[in-house]
């Protein structure tokens, strides 16, 4: 039986603010039926901090050192904590919520999505699998997350590999429509992250950067010979083919279309008003 097809977009590397108005307009153009289901790969520049859309960035989030390492900030239109997207491959999928192999649930819709993810580290090498909070205290701990660091903890379904984080991602709903977007980390500096959040004090961040060690981890820390963006790109496409069983075929934004994203990011996602409304 063929495949189902699949739009794939690479749109390389882009600003923080373009980012997200084309991930929200692929979600508005699939809601409206002009797209089929999609899967796009991205990459930031300048590197970015994002922050989840209910954050609090005047409590949570260092500006000061924000601009010190000349990052871009967005706020957002998923939930979660804050990300530090530099040496990565982020992706996001947008289907909708009726699609026929959608469950209805958040996090098992979550699951299904993240098999494509699951299919690319194991293209890589890796063996990866999914983090499934098993006490009482795991679950409690994912509805009161202590730190602002969206890797510091996985969540239901979140994959890991030698029980370490290596994939964060964030999901809304929206117009009868899933986004889920997220960062498969190939590297990491650490201490850049560390130095962008807010913290009561010294010794707080020095705990909790010791225990960020031992809960996620980048994939070239778990692998003999690094991995390229480009690697990674043809094993995370090959991964989601694999893991939803589509076919993927390439897309390239028209002209229009590129102008509406262009005027989105602009008037919403480059704002104060949408940047630090919380």
Known sequence: ????????????????????????????????????????????????LS?????????????????????????RPTGGRGVLHDMELTYSVIVSEEHPEMPKTV??????????????????????????????????GLKNPRSAVC??????YELVVEGRKVAGSAQTRQKGVILQHGSILLDL????????FKYSNERVRERMQKAFKNKAVAANELRDKPVTIDEARVAFKE?????????LQEYFLTEEETEYVEKLAKEKYESDDWNFKR
């Open 151 to 156: 890797f510091d903890a996985p969540s239901w």
């Open 51 to 75: 922050v989840g859309y209910f954050q609090k960035v005047e409590k949570e989030i260092n500006m000061e050192a924000v601009k010190k390492y000349g990052l871009g900030f967005v706020r």
């Open 107 to 140: 996090t098992e819709a979550y699951r299904v999505i993240s098999e494509g993810i699951l299919e690319g580290f194991k293209n890589l090498g890796l063996d990866a699998y999914f983090a499934i909070p098993r006490t009482e205290e795991e679950k409690q």
């Open 189 to 196: 500096n650490e201490d850049m992250l560390f130095d962008l």
């Open 1 to 48: 039986m063929a495949k189902e097809v699949w739009r794939f977009i690479d749109s390389g590397q882009c600003s923080p603010a373009y980012n997200m108005a084309l991930d929200e307009a692929l979600l508005e153009w699939h809601s409206e039926g002009k797209i089929p289901p999609t899967i796009r790969f991205y990459g930031w520049d300048p590197p970015t």
């Open 239 to 247: 991964g989601f083919e694999k893991g939803l069983d589509i076919e």
